[in-house]
């Protein structure tokens, strides 16, 4: 596979080595040989958002559930929204103008329902795809979390900018519908009675 001119990447203990060891940590089980496919263009900017993209899956619930626990629900979702809405623009950051964003497209290009329904919407570059793409966003905001935006909104072409306001003010509509509407409902409808009753 064409490598982009970019350098190797062997975990040799190197200031990219360890970049790379760090973000192949990061990853779930059973990405193995697909690690070792995008290993080889990695730059220290994609194993970043790599790396901090599992620390926000990892951490992105109990923070909300916090959030809403401590501050209450809407300001509480508001909250999450602002921290979401950082990390939306790092991630656009470190994913745009990526070469190695190629080796993410191979991967997407294996799964069904992003082969099926964006890919085909990323690659129309004439009216209807942009329309397509504009009619994509609320879905886009409203579905994916900061990471996966970034992504996406790579995958459509749709750089600077836009892309930070898409993303960064997207993150707001996102939050209060899963951690205000969502989560909040949970939390003050079902957990929160249930501790009160219970301890």
Do not use: C
Not at 15 to 30: F, H, I, Q, V, Y
Not at 72 to 81: K, S, T, V
Not at 167 to 173: K, L
């Amino acid at each position: 596979m064409k490598n982009f001119g970019l350098s190797q990447h062997s975990g040799d203990g190197s200031p990219s080595g360890r970049e790379a060891t760090a973000a192949a940590d990061a990853l779930p089980r059973g990405w193995t040989r697909r690690w070792r496919r995008l290993q080889r263009n990695l730059t220290p900017r994609l194993g970043s958002a790599l790396v901090l993209w599992r620390v926000e899956a990892q951490l992105s619930t109990p923070l909300a559930l916090a959030a809403v626990a401590w501050l209450g629900r809407w300001p509480g979702a508001l909250a999450i929204g602002a921290l979401a809405a950082v990390l939306s623009g790092i991630f656009v950051f470190l994913l745009e103008g990526e070469q190695p964003i190629a080796e993410l497209r191979v991967w997407a290009e294996r799964q069904a329902l992003v082969r099926r329904f964006l890919l085909p919407i990323a690659d129309r570059q004439d009216r209807r795809g942009t329309a397509m793409r504009l009619l994509a966003l609320p879905l886009l905001v409203l579905l994916f979390g900061p990471f996966w935006r970034g992504l996406i909104l790579v995958l459509f072409r749709i750089r600077g900018l836009r892309a930070y306001l898409v993303t960064v003010v997207g993150s707001f509509p996102h939050a209060l519908f899963w951690v205000g509407l969502v989560l909040g409902g949970i939390w003050e409808g079902l957990l929160w009675p249930f501790i009160k009753s219970h301890f």
